[in-house]
């Protein structure tokens, strides 16, 4: 008796032990899969080896051709509402593209470009354009009704900017 009591203590304590072994490997695991798993977050976030960067990179490569500044001479000169106290209003622009079909759109279609611009202008308050958001603001319907124009008659591509290089009201 004293034998079966002894062998049971053995094979509880051995079995103890078994489980405190597996608790640990199985902890330790845990651990390294966390580690794991952590650095490679860190490096495919934000290193530079990892497939998200490479896309980047792919992206970067389609560079723009050089930039072309389109003259729109000669200056637009329009007369402003007869109830405004500036009479007249001046602009000479200037627009940006880095596509060579879409600089050869805006001279081909100079003229259409031209009449839209001169009713756009037309319709202006100098009291609106003194400020500098209603400068802001024509600029950017000149920007999108040139880009409409290219759009409908050019065959597409775009107009990344305009600029006006003279604003005169008087």
Do not use: C, W
């Not at 009591?5 to 509880?12: A, G, Y």
């Not at 079909?101 to 009713?119: C, G, M, Q």
């Not at 400068?135 to 065959?155: F, N, P, S």
């Amino acid at each position: 008796m004293a034998e079966e009591e002894s062998l049971e203590e053995e094979t509880e304590g051995s079995g103890g032990s078994k489980k405190k072994l597996i608790l640990i490997a199985v902890g330790a695991l845990v651990l390294i899969g966390g580690a794991v798993g952590g650095t490679l977050m860190v490096v495919g976030n934000g290193g530079g080896d990892g497939d998200q960067p490479a896309a980047m990179e792919e992206e970067e490569v389609v560079v723009k051709g050089d930039p072309t500044y389109v003259d729109l001479k000669p200056a637009f000169t329009v007369n402003l509402a007869p109830e405004d106290p500036v009479g007249f209003l001046q602009i000479s622009m200037q627009v940006l593209t880095h596509s060579s079909d879409v600089a050869a759109a805006i001279e081909k279609h100079k003229p259409l470009i031209r009449n839209n611009l001169v009713t756009l202008f037309s319709q202006q308050s100098s009291i609106e354009l003194r400020a500098p958001e209603g400068k802001e603001a024509l600029q950017k319907a000149a920007h999108t009704m040139i880009q409409k124009v290219i759009d409908d008659q050019g065959g597409g591509g775009e107009v990344d900017n305009i600029f006006f290089t003279s604003f005169v009201m008087q």
